[in-house]
Antibody, heavy 119, light 106 residues
Framework: EVHLLESGGGLVQPGGSLRLSCAGSGFIFDTYGMAWVRRTPGRGLEWVSAISATGRTTYYADSVRGRFIISRDNSNSTLFLQMNGLRVEDTALYFC?????????????WGPGALVTVS | DIQMTQSPSTLAAFVGDRVTITCRASHNIGKWVAWYQHRPGKAPHLLIYETSSLKSGVPSRFSGGGSGTEFTLTISSLQPEDFATYYCQQYTNSWTFGQGTTVEIK
């Protein structure tokens, strides 16, 4: 059974940094694209960043490009999101999500989320 | 950017009701739409992809339809566990979600 579990959330001041992790299990981690999606009360779900199965190709939403860095450690089945220059509007519940194949389209499994509060 | 607009934002219904949620895309996105269910405190759950393909294990009371710019998610007979927030998502050009529709108990 596929499991995704985020960690690393917390309270941080504006301008600060946090690193989210997502541990994957129950699937062959290095054969699937992965992504981070966040949910805010006012804006609903917002795609943040995505990464190819190999890690060689990355994608970022305009709102986080230049501040966030997505990466993955396929040997340890872990996805990361390094968040720098955090802003109040980055406050959200951050979900790790798995694509159904190498191509990143929709997301067939999600974690329960990690709360990031910037205040 | 492709915008996805869901309606209604909130929907109150009885157990057993048939409910339909609509999602409109700002551009033609063909059939590349997915639908998710999200209950508070839980991981979001994929229901439907490619407009109308049901994910394995999802009850058949859920169905999806549409094409181009207008899409629907229908629950044929609402069950207690279906009270949640539902999101559409396009994956033609980047990835964009609708703002969500919360289905509440009437």
């Amino acid at each position: 059974e596929v499991h995704l579990l985020e960690s690393g959330g917390g309270l941080v001041q504006p301008g600060g940094s946090l690193r989210l992790s997502c541990a994957g299990s129950g699937f062959i981690f290095d054969t699937y694209g992965m992504a981070w999606v966040r949910r805010t009360p006012g804006r609903g779900l917002e795609w943040v960043s995505a990464i190819s199965a190999t890690g060689r190709t990355t994608y970022y939403a305009d709102s986080v490009r230049g501040r966030f860095i997505i990466s993955r450690d396929n040997s340890n089945s872990t996805l990361f999101l390094q968040m720098n220059g955090l802003r109040v509007e980055d406050t959200a519940l951050y979900f790790c999500a798995k694509a159904p194949e190498r191509i990143i389209a929709f997301f067939d499994y999600w974690g329960p989320g990690a709360l990031v509060t910037v205040s | 950017d492709i915008q996805m607009t869901q309606s209604p934002s909130t929907l109150a219904a009885f157990v057993g009701d048939r409910v339909t949620i609509t999602c409109r895309a700002s551009h033609n996105i063909g059939k590349w739409v997915a639908w998710y269910q999200h209950r508070p405190g839980k991981a979001p759950h994929l229901l439907i992809y490619e407009t109308s393909s049901l994910k394995s294990g999802v009850p058949s009371r859920f169905s999806g339809g549409g094409s181009g710019t207008e899409f629907t998610l229908t629950i044929s007979s609402l069950q207690p566990e279906d009270f949640a927030t539902y999101y559409c998502q396009q994956y033609t050009n980047s990835w964009t979600f609708g703002q969500g529709t919360t289905v509440e108990i009437k």
